[in-house]
């Protein structure tokens, strides 16, 4: 594993509700600005809550021509624009020469359900022969990771993870795998969800939204008051390259893959019964690193002021560090994004590096368990290496450590 630490990211593309650009979502980050506001994308008076992480100010246009536009979903959009941001920011100009040593590995699990449910809609009102076949590929999962290749002609791997909660993180451990391995030079790693009616019908009759109930909606991760999440949508985008390829184009990195870790911990669906898989992804990426367990700056965690997840994941945590270490969770401002989600954090967590910020856990005013966790941010602090860490309800969980350069 220890190629690994050969592994830099050097760019980075964030379309959020908090902000539009590394710049943008780091500045928000670091005042503790929330992203939540009444959703208008779709029709919300059916349900008590009303309010979620929606992008309101996108122009696609800005980074996709309009000849494009038509056929391609929100999810595609998203994930288009974060990459182009990405590329941009790494100074990376794909040619003929250096494309099929470029792939995209992306996270997404819910980006088609929307398009799915638009198209069969027309097919069941009108008739099978009826649909419009160029919406047709917005209805596989895999469409938005496809889109990117083919807008930016990438001709290096192309795939999509699919693992929930972990899809993201899942995915940049696939891409450094294939770094690692010799495979690739560069892979464009990130992960993408679009805030629809779908998503937010299935995770409100589920009790999970905060607010379903009649209270107040409000994100408060590891809250004694905390009510479930609420629903969010992003798109990010990082640039993984080789240190050797890095170097010799004179790329100015912000952080080092220093390892990651996944295991899977059988439990029955939603119910986050077990922190035994989070403990172990968790050990064994820090042993991978070769670092002690007190050269962690921060933990960045998953919590999104579900019930269930944020028991398991602050017990956890607290068998593994005690109280020592500083966690913090970006869901409080930036709401669950789901498989975009791991992208989102470990985009926080280079920017955190780079700048010297933990930040804050906003809304967590009665914290219910014994960790160390940022209420407000921190500024002007040297922060070598964050572990970002995951679990999804189906029993996925994984963790991945970066480092400073």
Partial sequence: ???????????????????????????????????????TLFDTSDFNVKIGGEITDFDPLKYIHKRHLRVLDRST?????????????????????????????????????????????EGLIEGPKYVNPSF??????????????????????????????????????????????????????GGV???????????????????????????????????????????????LESEEHARKRDAQPYARILSYSNAFCPQKPGMFTSGDGLKKAI?????????????????????????E????????IAEIFGNKIPASSIKSMIGETYSASGAMALSAATGAIHLGFIPATVNTEEPEYPINIIKEGIENVEIHN????????????????????
């Avoid at 190629?3 to 503790?32: C, F, H, M, Q």
């Avoid at 791997?157 to 993201?168: D, K, M, R």
């Avoid at 050269?295 to 579900?306: E, K, L, R, V, W």
């Avoid at 572990?387 to 991945?400: C, E, I, R, T």
Wanted: glycine share 10%; net charge negative.
């Fill in 283 to 307: 050990i064994q990426a820090i042993e991978r690193a070769s670092i002690d367990y007190e050269d962690i700056g921060f933990i960045s965690s998953c919590a999104n002021g579900g019930i």
């Fill in 1 to 39: 594993m220890s190629e690994i630490n050969n592994i830099l990211i050097t760019g980075i593309g964030v379309i959020s509700p908090i902000g539009e650009g590394k710049d943008e979502y780091w500045g928000a980050l670091r005042t503790g600005r929330s992203g939540f506001r009444e959703i």
């Fill in 386 to 405: 964050v572990l970002v860490v995951s679990s999804d309800p189906y029993g996925n969980n994984s963790a991945v450590i970066i480092g400073n350069i």
């Fill in 309 to 316: 997840l944020d028991k398991m994941e602050a017990e956890t």
């Fill in 77 to 121: 959009r998203l994930l288009i624009a974060a990459a182009r941001l990405s590329l941009e920011d790494a100074g990376l100009t794909i040619t003929d020469e250096n494309t099929y040593s470029i792939g995209v590995s992306a996270g997404a699990t819910f980006g088609s359900l929307h398009s799915i449910s638009q198209f069969d809609r």
């Fill in 136 to 189: 047709f590929p917005n209805t596989v999962i895999n469409s938005p990771a496809s889109q990117v290749s083919i807008m930016f002609k990438i001709k290096g791997f192309n795939t999509t993870i699919s693992t929930g909660f972990c899809a993201s993180l899942d995915a940049l451990i696939y891409a450094a795998d294939f770094i690692r391995l010799g495979r690739a030079d560069v892979v464009l790693v």
């Fill in 193 to 239: 969800e679009e805030l629809c009616e779908e998503t937010f019908m299935g995770f409100y009759r589920l009790g999970l939204l905060s607010g379903s109930k009649g209270s107040p909606p409000g994100c408060k991760p590891y809250d004694k008051n905390r009510d479930g999440l609420i629903l969010s949508e992003a798109a990010s985008v990082l640039v």
